[in-house]
């Protein structure tokens, strides 16, 4: 099971750290991914994180964000810098353990979820 918290209102340029906390003492042998979704609009990917620590990051939020891990905590990190208004979505974690390089942004690669987090960032 998967469980994204550290959501928030916050205002523009403002910063948050979202979790994404894993059940289980094999999460280490799973890639995570980010992704979003705003009201009206597709899922879109956020970033990801290998098994072996690689990153990947929307072109949208690339130079803002940082995806980290800490296995022995079972935990993914999401750190979002210098918030806009169009960061505003409900944020997901999801993860796999046979997840392939080319489909790290690809929501349908993923086969477990974990519920929302709602960010809300002011102008």
């Known amino acids: 099971q998967l469980q994204a918290s550290g959501g928030g209102l916050v205002q523009a340029w403002a910063f948050l750290r979202l979790s994404c906390a894993a059940s289980?003492?094999?999460?280490?042998?799973?890639?995570v991914g980010w992704f979003r979704q705003a009201p009206g609009k597709e899922r879109e990917f956020v970033s990801a994180i290998t098994r072996s620590g690689g990153t990947y990051y929307a072109d949208s939020v690339k130079g803002r964000c940082t995806t980290s891990r800490d296995n022995a905590k079972n935990t993914v990190y999401l750190q979002m810098n210098s918030l806009k208004p169009e960061d505003t979505a409900v944020y997901y974690c999801?993860?796999?353990?046979?997840?392939?390089?080319?489909?790290?942004?690809?929501?349908?690669?993923?086969?477990?979820w974990g519920q929302g987090t709602q960010v809300t960032v002011s102008s």
């Open positions: 999801a993860a796999d353990n046979t997840i392939i390089a080319s489909s790290y942004s690809r929501a349908g690669a993923y086969d477990y």
């Open positions: 289980g003492r094999t999460f280490g042998r799973y890639s």
